[in-house]
């Protein structure tokens, strides 16, 4: 059972965050935390009070994400972009895909990921991938903005061209 579950944690990047400390009153660890974001998981205690309700110690935890009510609350902010992938534009029609392709498929992955846990290969991997997608894909560009006339030239405008229709229709 132990070689599934550390196989399904690191096929799919998680991380278990319980301590090795005992969760059951006979001194075994039997409670489970897996996430793929540790940084948002913090003060994890196991509580050697037993319950009577298990014969589990009560595992507490505290979560930076906050409920959905505080979660709505929040006002939206303009976020710099989390990696390099964000910034560039992976759209763009100059893009030389079959260049790209071949500059990952010719790096020694297997030695450089050889020897490393989930977690570090997965870190070398968008490290490296993002520097050559650096080198072959564009940046994003700031979206040009419409410059938009006020209201009041709007209606301005069309009551001149108004007034200049009328003026030509009673000359001719």
């Known amino acids: 059972m132990i070689h599934y579950m550390s196989e399904f944690a690191e096929d799919f990047h998680l991380i278990q965050c319980i301590p090795m400390q005992a ?3 006979k ?3 039997l409670d489970l935390l897996y996430t ?3 940084e948002i998981i913090h003060s994890i205690q196991a509580s050697a009070i037993p319950t009577i309700y298990s014969d589990h110690y009560i595992v507490e935890f505290t979560t930076s994400m906050g409920t959905l009510a505080t979660r709505n609350k929040a006002k939206p902010t303009v976020k710099k972009p989390d990696n390099v992938f964000d910034c560039l534009n992976f759209f763009n029609s100059d893009i030389n895909w079959n260049s790209l ?3 990952i498929d010719v790096h020694n992955w297997e030695d ?3 020897d490393k846990d989930s977690e570090e290969r997965l870190s070398l991997v968008l ?3 993002g520097e050559y997608c650096k080198t072959h894909v564009p940046e994003k560009t700031k979206p040009q903005s419409k410059t938009h006339a ?3 030239q709007v209606q301005q405008t069309s009551t001149k061209s108004e007034i200049l229709n009328t003026q030509t229709a009673s000359s001719n």
């Open 23 to 25: 969760t059951h009153q």
């Open 27 to 29: 001194g075994n660890m």
């Open 36 to 38: 793929n974001s540790s």
């Open 101 to 103: 392709e071949q500059v």
């Open 112 to 114: 450089e990921l050889n």
């Open 127 to 129: 490290k490296v991938t």
């Open 150 to 152: 006020p209201q009041n």
